[in-house]
């Protein structure tokens, strides 16, 4: 029977079916952090078991670290409790950690592609919803909550009803200026931010194919504001080509071999999926979001909905977004002023996010009312920022260039945007007070961040591109 | 003691977050959340994440909504929790409930405000299954269902029958089936949970590893 990609690789991973239509999931390799871990090293100390399979597991430091001074102690001390802790639990079971000081620090989500972790075909988990990432390289790859973060340490597998699938077929030339976190706003903004509950989701089509990696982990990224169980994109020759070398990428032999299973790895042609999109990439443009939620995005040049044009059952909510947000309806976005830029989180903190900054704002200088934090994604990434001299372009701009860590997506640590304050941010939600209680979030990509630095406002990343 | 009650003392000391209910039943006032798309960032913010154990999350619940200029300290007079006719362990919610973040301390936040079941039209995947694994049940009911629920006065009482897998609006009577896993269902009626189970397959895991070889 033909099958899609999500179906080839959850069936070679289902140890058992149960009734009710679970499956118990069998999961290669596990990544955890310090703030969805604890609790589940206590279960497994509490029920008197150790953990099953520690050489699966990668550990590392991103959520609540600081991202200046990380080689002094942490000051926050909830916060400094929780990495102790992972230290700790990481020593204690034999588990590989990538903490603060380490070579290897940093997102999560970074670091198990840059690595060459993340690999095609395998099933990946985290207790961290955007674990959704690793899909970009045709692996399922989904967000567990703790008591499932539990259940791996036990026993190596998660309980799971199987989702539906979608495809999302992307075809065509993308415009100037539009990048691939345009793309997953686009999409976002015609299904909304529950368009794919229940849902694995593949991209697939000739705008897609044509990406890089890391711009493909950007889509893939988000498919969990979608709501879906997890993004996926069948692997090919770039894919092979990134992973390949990397420090955990088989070698020699081993990668003929690899490579020989991953090269089979793509939906049938006479598969079905249950549901299926199509868009044309002419039709995206730079993206910014207005709301609360990553559903509510518009392009750069078009006006704030008004009311009239919302759906009944979702007026309320969009006359809550736009009050939190102090927007009014109908409004042109180009032009709002913006008190700080976010570039960074595990959607867009890649070398080639800042690369793409760097090319932008080289020889400019940051308006004087915008504060701007790039965070790299992880240390190797900012190795690479300094090596290639992208760090002076930063500083010369005016931009803080800090250490790597989750920072400011979801304010965690002390990367805080205060309360009323814009923040044109390359992360991927823009809830009420996720990054910091009070603060007004307006997602977008790297390009059109770069664009907010330098004129302190929401700005169309081409014309200002052109005229300089 | 009687069978039933025998029963139900073995399903409470198993069940360590107090049993789901008299025989599978909770009944009583709810709460009536009538926002779409809750995530999980305003259910807890994450800056209260920092705990290394499952308790006291209740107090920091949709905190950013409870209170005025996210101050923690003056209440918001208009929002729900903070009306005490409002109460009880059934929450309302609009569409999409618990969408975002994975974060386990959502379910954990609202298990230790009180919370037994949440109700709404639609579940984000991760919540409704972070919600299960802390007996929490998420019940899901038409759009059309969830707005007469929304219509009843704050004095109106519900039903959720678990074992039957019907919620009813007791003044009416106006009662609905709900979805759930058989599994699931077991294992929220009698205390089980997806480790005991799991560890129960550990040769079969062990079968399926080499298998892969």
Redesign the interface.
Known sequence: MAKTLFDKIWDAHT??E?????S?L?IDKHLIHE??S??AF??IKN?G?PVFRPKQIIATAD??VPTVNQHLPIQ?E??K??VD?LMENCKNHHIELYGLGHPYQGIVHVIGPELGITQPGITIVC???H?STHGAFGCIA???????V??VF????????K?KTMRINVNGVLGDGVVSKDIVLYILAQIT??GA??YAVEFAGSTISNLTMEARMTVCNMS??M?A?CGLIAPDETTFDYIKGRQFAPANELWDASLAKWKILSSDDDSTFDSEIFINAEDISPMITYGT?PGMGIPINAFIPTIACIAD??K??FS?ALAYMGFEEGKKIAGQKIDYVFIGSCTNSRIEDLRMVAGYVKGKTKSADVEVWIVPGSKQVEKQAIEEGIDKIFIEAGFQLRQPGCSAC???NEDKIP?GKYCISTSN?N????QG??ARTLLASPLTAAAAAITGHVAFPFYLERGA | MSEINKQQSIKDQNYPLGGWGSHGIVRGLFVPLNIENVDTDQIIPARFLKGTTKDGFGKNLFIDWRYINNDEQQPKPDFVLNQPQYKGQILVAGKNFGCGSSREHAAWALTDAGFKVVVSSFFADIFKNNALNNGLLPVVVSDEFLQRIFDQDYDAALTVDLENQTLTIDNTNEAVAFEINSYKKTCLLNGYDDIDFLLGMKEEIERFEMNRM
């Not at chain 1, 989904?142 to 499932?148: H, L, N, R, V, W």
């Not at chain 1, 026993?155 to 009803?161: E, H």
């Not at chain 1, 809830?431 to 996720?434: A, L, V, Y």
């Open positions: 140890v058992k149960i009734n009710g239509g679970i118990v069998y703030v969805t604890p609790q206590k279960g029920r078991i959520h609540n926050d909830l916060g409790k929780q802790a207790g961290d919803s674990t989904f967000g567990i909550g703790t008591s499932e539990e259940m036990a026993t190596q597998c998660v309980m799971q009803s989702p931010a529950s509950t229940g969990i504001e709501g169980r939620n059952s979702d309320a909510g809550k979801l304010g965690m309360a939600r809830f009420e007070g996720r209680a009070g």
